[in-house]
């Protein structure tokens, strides 16, 4: 089912997804690592089809969008996060049990196989902890009307590093990170360690130098945020427009120079990515814990919406 319905439909509509931001065929089979003529005709195939797969396999129209939505975004940065956003939601699909009518109508011996609800399933990870003061933070954000006014055009996600974390597997953080539904965040899975890559990288990052600060979240930035920061005094450090590399995260690689270049002075509480080509602008905003950083996420919102 993966090889044969879900992976070729999500292609197609994160081939469709990334032809709308504006990226050529060339650009996009680079990419997902297909030839032009499969994109094309990935491109030229109506998405009624696809959504119906996807459909089968139990992804709604809404989600399906939303994960193609995220699939781009960590394309563009580096496909190797794409990968690790894949395994997480086809392990959300699987690990709900969204899959399993079709797989029983296909195999109607497994009727009773509850294998990938306990594999990968809810339960899988409760570790208390970390992870609970994640998921404490998280809730908050989701129970938020005015989140979503900061939220960027595609994705959030929320890392916390506890005491001795020294790589993206000791960060606990979303899989498939947090996305706008019906005008409210919502995320897909419950945290967990090491399901961040690019976030968790930021945060180590910063935290080697700001011990202090083991929370992170990404926000939108703009002009407006520009002022609520100002206004509210938080420390910002604004990175260099870095070219995009193939084998890097050109953020994470901007704020290391700009670190060990004494970029780093005084108070620190935002980090500010300006963007690049077909990359928006975003704000890294940093605290001691989760719910520090969600509660100052949560100002900025209502800071954001006032100025409005």
């Known amino acids: 089912m993966m090889v044969d319905s879900f992976l070729p439909s999500m292609r197609a509509l994160v081939a469709r997804k990334l032809k709308e931001e504006g990226l050529s065929q060339g650009r996009i089979a680079a990419l997902l690592g297909l030839t032009q003529a499969s994109v094309s005709s990935y491109l030229s195939s109506p998405s009624a089809g696809r959504l119906a797969a996807l459909a089968s396999l139990g992804v709604g129209g809404e989600d399906a969008e939303a994960y193609a939505a995220l699939l781009a975004e960590d394309l563009k940065n580096n496909p190797a996060y794409a990968v690790a956003t894949l395994y997480s939601i086809w392990g959300r699909v699987i690990g709900g049990g969204q899959a399993c009518p079709a797989h029983r109508a296909e195999l109607p011996f497994l009727a009773n196989c509850e294998v990938c609800t306990n594999v990968f399933g809810p339960s899988r990870g409760r570790s208390g902890g970390p992870v609970e003061h994640v998921e404490a933070a998280l809730r908050s954000l989701e129970g938020s009307s005015l989140f979503v006014r900061?939220?960027?055009?595609?994705?959030?996600?929320?890392?916390?590093?506890?005491?001795?974390?020294?790589?993206?597997?000791?960060?606990?953080?979303?899989?498939?990170r947090i996305v706008r539904v019906r005008g409210r965040a919502r995320s897909f899975m419950r945290p967990e360690y090491g399901a961040s890559t690019h976030l968790a990288a930021m945060l180590l990052e910063v935290g080697r130098r700001r011990p202090a600060l083991r929370a992170a979240i990404n926000l939108r930035y703009d002009s407006r945020i520009s002022e609520v920061l100002r206004a509210r005094g938080v420390g910002v450090l604004t990175l260099g427009r870095a070219r995009p590399a193939v084998a890097d995260d050109r953020v994470v690689a901007s704020l290391r120079s700009s670190l060990s270049g004494g970029g780093l002075t005084g108070d620190l509480g935002a980090v500010v990515d300006p963007g690049g080509e077909g990359m928006e602008p975003s704000l890294y905003l940093f605290a001691e814990d989760a719910e520090g950083v969600v509660r100052s996420a949560l100002e900025i919102a209502r800071d954001y919406a006032s100025a409005g």
């Open 150 to 176: 900061v939220m960027p055009e595609v994705s959030v996600n929320l890392a916390f590093a506890p005491p001795g974390a020294r790589s993206p597997a000791d960060v606990v953080a979303i899989p498939g």
